[in-house]
Each structure stands twice: as structure tokens, then as C-alpha cells.
């Protein structure tokens, strides 16, 4: 591994996704650049547009998102809007729904993946519903699907909020409370509010976009919000993810390197970016941080301390890293445990990660102990982790998967990551990240014999590949690359359709909606399917998977054999 490298994550989940929400909220036109190419804000675009609460188009070859809001003026949509397991699209949508007008229809569905109408939304709804917004739960109380109906949003005023499950509740209500029918004081009840620093981020976006919500100097947990419109800027650079730079960092850490990450800072608005200072520093690494840029080196493999006790709280979906590195923090110490606390949220996350680190450790032989509001975990020599029986089951969430192979570059007898694409959520090129820079050893496995009915013939097997992305996330490049090397050829199913209609997908998108598009690129895709069928790479645009019919039809062509 090279002993010193600069590493740049892709833009922040946290900051694309309410950017997008304030761009489309607001008046005229904004530049977005930086922003994350990923499933979250993939499901959060289109539904934006699907509300017609603005117009996308993109420049530089897919690095700068040009957004035309509306300047709040949304129609209800009527047919579901699929989010996945995209928790922050679905709480910000909640109330950014609530705002729709009656258009052809005087409704909206949200709806997500089986693990997303587990996770909680309750507390939000209810008090939306308080306020006189039209909104309610079709299936468990608590969780999506929703029935969002149009012409029925917020009265504004005094509205209490329980905000100690979940910070987005507190973002979704700022961001779309200047369009209330008249000023609102939201009020924080119940408790400390949950990772505070995101409410902060919020406000602060806020005021970026033309709306300055003042926090009241007398009530606590209080903040007063005016009527008025969001003014877009010309355009609005998105900073990297700091939960995400928590892993480059980390592998620094852990294998006694160091790594520069250029673009966060101490000025960054992300609670994660105090990850170095607060967690690697106590264990042993030297951190050097400027307002923009921060860098970590770590002490002699080996050589990690663990931390008597962490308060994660501002940085919650940081204590993954901080686990796995506290797994082979010994040092000689007397004591090996690390106590991170502040981190109950995490149970209601893509998955309950606080369960899933103590599971999955313990397959590296490593105890852990699970806390009312956070984890215990017993370091062990690196030389001493055991090869996880099985791989590491990654329960589909990106931060699992992206934290177990930062242990991975110290394990002794190699890891096996299941699950690998779920890291799509937040960083897509993860893998080719510790290929590239950090030099990681990677390499495909066969999946066990129990496991492989539906794959089992794909080794030998001529059948087309089918890569699915959003723009600019590389699918030509990727598939001409892949086309090249196997000899096949390599057909984009957007500029097929362009070929079979004679227009621009924005211009059909423009003249007949998205849904006459989806209609339109569903019949391309199937058409592929059957008559291009083997000896083909075929590139096809992420929003495919939003309509059922072609979730089903990818399903059935993978069970076949097809990639």
C-alpha cells in the first residue's frame, strides 16, 4: 500500500439531497455542482421532477446538475414514487409533498423497499397531520407507504416536533416551512434533538438559498421561520461527503499510511468531518486539519489505542469506522475496550447497524457488547482476526459494506464483502477507489454452492451484461471498455430510443411526461432483452427501476442467468 495518498469522496448525501430540494423549491436557475451520483439522489430527482417541482438538465458531461425550480409550485403526482431504502428522500418528500397542488390527479403515493416500510416515519406524519397537512399511512402506522394528498399543506404557525429519533424530521419541516400559509416557530420537544449539527447544516443551506431562519434566544430547541420563496443562486458547489472520507481516513489508521482528503475541513458543515480530530486523534494518529482540507497519519500497524469512552452523537453514521478500527485497538493496553455512545439512531438505519457490527465482528473473532445508546467492542491483535465464516453480510447497506473492507486491508486471510453494490447509496466507485489509489488486492469470488441456483451458469455464459446508472456515472465508458475487452458490442438504450422516436428524451419528456418516457424506455429495454440477448453491453439509465414492471423484468432476466 503506498504510504502516502489523496483521496477525493464523491459529493455529501446529506448536502446533494437537500440542495436538490432547495433548488426546486426555489425561483430561477442554479448550477449544482459536486453532487453525489448515487440511488439516493437518483430516487430523489426523479420524483422531484415527477412533482413537477422543476426541471433538470445536465452540463460538463455530468458534473454540473442544472436545476430550473418552480418556485414551489408542485402537482400532485397520483402513481407511486418509488424511493427505495432511501431514508433522507423519503422524510424530506413527505412534507415537500404536503405542498403539491391538485394537477390531473389530487394525490401522491411514497412507497420504498420492504426494509424502508420498517423504518420510521411516524413522528414526522403526526405532526404534519397536527398542522393540517392532508397526509397518511397506508399500511403500518408509522412507516411508507403514504397517501399525500394534494391542496392540503402546512397552516404554519406553532408547530412542536419530537425530533430525538431523527434529525431529518427537523430539516424536512425547515426547508419547506416557508411555504406555509404564514410564518412558523417550530419547536423541538421530547429531549436533546438528535445529531444537531444537521439542523445547523440545514439553517445554514437555508440562508444560502435566500431564507434566514433565526433560532430563538429564549426558548431552547426553538426556531422561527418566515413566509417567503427560496431565490436560487447561480450556482451552489456541493462539499464531499464527510461520513463517507471516514473510510480513506481510516485505512490511514489502520495501516500506519497516511491520506490527505483535500476538500473537508474544520469549516465544513458536516458533523462527520470532526471524525479525525475526535476519534483518530485519541487513537493514536497524527491529524493535521485546515478549514478545508485534513490529513491523518497513522501510527505504526498495530499500534491503534483504544478509546475509554466516545460520544458519537454528532457523527453518528461514523461509528461503523470507529468500531472497525477499535476491533484491532490494543496497543498493550490494560484495557482493550472502546465505548462509543450517542449512536441509538443507528438502529433504525438501512439496517439495525448496531446489531449487525456486533454480529458481524464477532465472525473476526472480536466481542462486542451492545449499549441502550450505543457499543462496546474488545480489540484484539490484527495478526489475531479470524477469516469470517461465510463473508461479511452487508444487510444491503452501504456503510457496512464500506467499513468492514477498511478491516479487510489488516485481516490476515482476506475478507469476502457480500453485497458489494450496496455501497452504490453513497459512492459508487468505492471498490475502484481501494484498487486505484490505495492498492488494494481485489478479486471476484464464486458465491457458495447453497447460494448460486440463479448465477450458476453465468461463468461460461454468452448472455448480454446490462449496466444500469445515472448520467454521468460512466455507463459508456464502463461498457465501451467492457465491449472492447470481451468483443461484443455495446449499445446505449437511450440513444436507441432517441433513434426509434426521433426525439431527444428531454424532448419527449417535455411534450408527453415521464411517464409516456418510462413507457417508452420499458419497450426498448424489453426489446433489447429478447433480440440482443447474448454478446451485448448494454447501458440503460437508472431510472429504469422506479416503474414495477421493469424491476420485474431485470429480476426475471438475472434469475436467467443475466448480469
Known sequence: MPSNVSCTPPGSKSISNRALVLAALGKGECRIKNLLHSDDTEVMLNALVKLKGASFGWEESGQTLVVKGNGGMLEAHGEELYLGNAGTASRFLATVATLAACGTRDFSILTGNERMKKRPIGPLVETLQTNGAGIEFLEGKGSLPLNVRAGQSMKGGDINLAATISSQYVSSILM?????????????????????????????????????????????????????????????????????????????????????????GSASLQG???????????????????????????????????????????????????????????????????????????????????????????????TCRQLDDGIEVDGIPYKSLRKPPGGVHCYDDHRVAMSFSVLGTVAPHGTLIQERECVGKTWPGWWDTLRQPFRVGLEGVDLEEGNQASTQNLRHSDKSILIIGMRGAG????????????????????????????????EIINTSGWDHFRRQELCVLQTALQEKDEKHILACGGGIVQTPEARQLLTKYHRAGGL
Not at 475496550?337 to 449487525?356: F, L, M, S, Y
Request: hydrophobic share 35%; glycine share 6%; with cysteine.
Open 272 to 366: 462527520d468531518a470532526r471524525f479525525a480530530v475526535d476519534v483518530l486523534r485519541p487513537m493514536g494518529c497524527k491529524v493535521e486539519q485546515t478549514k478545508a482540507s485534513t490529513t491523518v497519519t497513522g501510527p505504526p500497524k498495530g499500534s491503534l489505542r483504544p478509546i475509554e469512552e466516545v460520544d458519537m452523537e454528532p457523527m453518528t453514521d461514523a461509528f461503523l469506522t470507529a468500531s472497525v478500527l477499535a476491533a484491532v485497538a490494543q496497543n498493550g493496553q490494560s484495557s482493550c475496550t472502546t465505548r462509543i455512545t450517542g449512536i441509538a439512531n443507528q438502529r433504525v438505519k438501512e439496517c439495525n447497524r448496531i446489531k449487525a457490527m456486533e454480529d458481524e465482528l464477532a465472525k473476526f473473532g472480536v
Open 475 to 506: 455507463k459508456t465508458t464502463t461498457g465501451g471498455l467492457a465491449a472492447s475487452l470481451l468483443g461484443w458490442q455495446f449499445i446505449d438504450l437511450d440513444t436507441l430510443l432517441e433513434e426509434n422516436t426521433g426525439q431527444k428524451i428531454p
Open 176 to 264: 419547506c416551512a416557508p411555504y406555509a400559509d404564514k410564518d412558523v416557530t417550530l419547536r423541538l420537544i421530547g429531549g436533546k434533538p438528535i445529531s444537531q449539527l444537521y439542523i445547523d447544516m440545514t439553517t445554514a443551506m437555508m440562508a444560502s438559498f435566500g431564507v434566514h431562519v433565526r433560532k430563538s434566544t429564549t426558548e431552547e430547541h426553538t426556531y422561527h421561520i418566515p413566509r417567503g420563496q427560496y431565490v436560487n443562486p447561480p450556482e451552489y458547489v456541493i462539499e464531499s461527503d464527510a461520513s463517507s472520507a471516514t473510510y480513506p481516513l481510516a485505512i490511514a489508521a489502520i495501516t500506519g499510511t497516511t491520506c490527505t482528503v483535500p476538500n473537508i
